[in-house]
């Protein structure tokens, strides 16, 4: 038998790289011992000197002493964001070395071209770290589930945004004292768009439909809503209809029509997505012999991440000694559709703000009716007859097309002082 | 690249291998295209001449014909029980074939004979399929989780006894009922005694242990205790403290001391297993980066275990392909002792049946305290003074022994009417 050594230079040692690399080492031995595979990280690189300075050893000037260096055999890409890891990773790949990254904006945007190079090449592309920290979503969809056809996941897969809705839920506070929550406790960034925003969920939404569907389809194609106009409100009448409002990464495949969006969710209390608190993920996969299944865990912080990278590290490992070159495909069995927003059809919960004076709920409800939406539900409380008052509805499933059509109507009519309230339910049962 | 073809042989075509013959020859094209392998099923055993009829394109008369069949790359065992199929698997192996199977029963009893021999003649053992049904909590453990340190599992692995439960809390029925639903259902074999005695939950979290911690107690070692005595009163007091009643798997490791036990168990309503009902499985871990993590999914029926089953054979496909053979050890760090059940500590559920007299109380808290076991909570509820009447006791941590003990000691005074039960508490927090 050859001498089984795998060689790693590392990209990046800020929170996930400082992580990797303390706990590739710490664990070397015991990785050996199970998998008879040698892992040496050789080369560290960091365009920041004193996070730089912890790794002597390993520290390199210059990421092109890694991508250059012929005994390196996987480049672990950990300094995020899009265009140096794009050109590192190319290169890296161009000089055959295998790649692992936890970086799900460039795989977003670029996944299908690095891929498409690295089989060319004839490397390997490990990403678990990328989507929902320590849980292995990605290898449970590539691997465990490939029999499977796959027809829907939902993800809270952005574990800022959830500590934010927790926190407002249980202390009853308001969007911007949630994100400052988030702030003091290290886990939302200075700049902290790409998450409220819902964007960061939306990358990682595309990614998990990539692998499963076979089609990577571009943010700038789908519908991204962040929970920055979710109010304490909401979360009270959602609560008391029985419902969590939770920041989901959706996808869902019937016949050749693939329909992903991000958005804030109502969700039944009863479902186990509803009970996903603080910085936790959690992604249900629904598929045609697997039933409902439910994979829940740390989304955030340097040691869940760290995880993923080494069990990618291992697995590229082996597949590297193994030789053969195994051939990595998402395919979709035929062409694929993306639905256009304004054609999905939902539950709706609607919080209109209008003068309490008779005959506005029938305004309300002519405009809905009209429109073809059936409510299911009316929450009208009793307030002060000179003030506007919240009013809730629940509806039927409806379509986006027509809700959009009949709140700007809604909006119009000079009882509706604020502009109406829309979140979108989801309603699976477990 | 040379012509990628496995040819698989199947012993036992019943409800799984059934699912597993439909589900793998309908899916043999995606799978071929996303991984350029074709899968071929080849002969097909089964006893019963009446399962074999379907299958006439592949039926062969003889188990031999398959292990002795050259073309045969992979033979999966879905027969269930411990002689044939030891004996085929153990044949199978010395004929250089890989083995796929969900037999828990098997791999709890044999399974490191069968690996040491596996490795001997340098082939692969698949059982995703034999824990947890479509839940690929196998691999997560064997590959995801690598990078860890495991330090605890919780499983609810058996859908029989989770369905019973269930039934139990949401229709106030006792057990002889839920078992009776369970039956009418088709969810409880006409012997129910291996899932209701709790030794098929024995028998998987052994193999949870075995794989995640390197070694494999016997079953003759472990404290293994089913639902039968399980009665509503329990589930109604312990709904009222906020608790739910399941019978857990559990696997705990602390320095080199493993726990492993089965029993019914009172967990918090906020725990996400406390949440699982009917037939669904879930699998809960522990580790050192990954933090707390939950999986769940379909633990039972063909299609799910059958998902398992395929996702088996893929990874062995490519593993056979890649030529190159990659040892699998499940090893510890350093010897392990299993810790004895007298020595477990944990927090007690006790429903004593005492006559409603002054100075009762009293005589039992003497001694649980003369044994060192401190209250926690208290539930006795005037009834009738002529009658015996239910007492719950909620304790702090307290030594199995001096539980054991004390309520011996109890049970004997005269005001104690019928032998008290215990039920253990597991409170880990999400």
Not at 243 to 263: A, D, P, S, T
Request: aromatic content about 8%; proline content about 3%.
């Amino acid at each position: 038998m050859n001498k089984k050594i795998v060689n790693i230079g590392v990209l990046g040692c800020g929170t996930v790289g400082s992580s990797f690399i303390n706990n590739l080492i710490s664990k070397q031995k015991i990785i050996k011992k199970t998998t008879g595979i040698e892992l040496n990280i050789l080369k560290v690189f960091d365009k920041d000197k004193y996070k730089l300075e912890r790794y002597k050893n390993f520290a390199v000037k210059n990421p092109e002493e890694i991508i250059n260096d012929e005994n390196i055999d996987i480049v672990v890409e950990l300094i995020g964001g899009i265009d140096y890891a794009y050109e590192f990773i190319m290169k890296s790949i161009e000089k055959r070395k295998s790649i692992v990254t936890a970086n799900k904006y460039l795989l977003s945007k670029y996944g299908e071209e690095i891929f498409k190079k690295a089989k060319e090449k004839k490397v390997y592309i490990g990403f678990e770290g990328s989507v929902a920290g320590a849980i292995p979503v990605i290898k449970v969809l590539k691997e465990s589930f490939m029999g499977n056809k796959i027809t829907k996941i939902l993800g809270i897969l952005n574990g800022t945004t959830n500590f934010i809705l927790s926190e407002m839920f249980y202390k009853g506070i308001n969007f911007k004292e949630g994100l400052g929550m988030a702030k003091k406790f290290g886990y939302a960034e200075a700049n902290p768009h790409l998450d409220i925003s819902g964007y960061d969920t939306a990358h990682k939404i595309l990614v998990l439909s990539w692998i499963t569907w076979g089609h990577l389809f571009s943010v700038e194609k789908i519908s991204v809503e962040g929970i920055d106009k979710i109010e304490p409100i909401d979360i009270n009448f959602a609560s008391e209809l029985g419902y969590r409002i939770k920041l989901l990464g959706i996808g869902k495949k019937e016949n050749n029509q693939i329909e992903i969006r991000v958005h804030p969710v109502l969700l039944p209390r009863t479902h186990l997505l509803s009970l996903v608190e603080g910085v936790n993920n959690a992604v249900y996969i629904e598929g045609d012999l697997i039933g409902k299944s439910l994979f829940y865990g740390e989304g955030a912080g340097g040691n869940a991440a760290s995880s993923s990278v080494i069990s990618d590290v291992i697995d590229i490992s082996k597949k590297i000694i193994s030789k053969e070159y195994i051939e990595e495909n998402f395919l979709s069995e035929k062409k694929l559709n993306l639905k256009p927003f304004d054609e999905i059809e939902t539950k709706y919960y609607f919080r209109f703000t209008a003068i309490d004076k008779p005959g506005v709920l029938a305004k309300i409800s002519k405009i809905l009716g009209d429109n073809n939406i059936s409510i299911l539900s009316v929450i009208q409380k009793q307030d002060n007859p000179q003030k506007a008052v919240p009013i809730i509805m629940l509806t039927h499933k409806a379509k986006e097309k027509n809700v959009k059509k009949a709140i700007s109507l809604i909006d119009k009519l000079d009882v509706i002082k604020n502009p109406t309230i829309i979140i979108r339910l989801e309603e699976e049962l477990m």
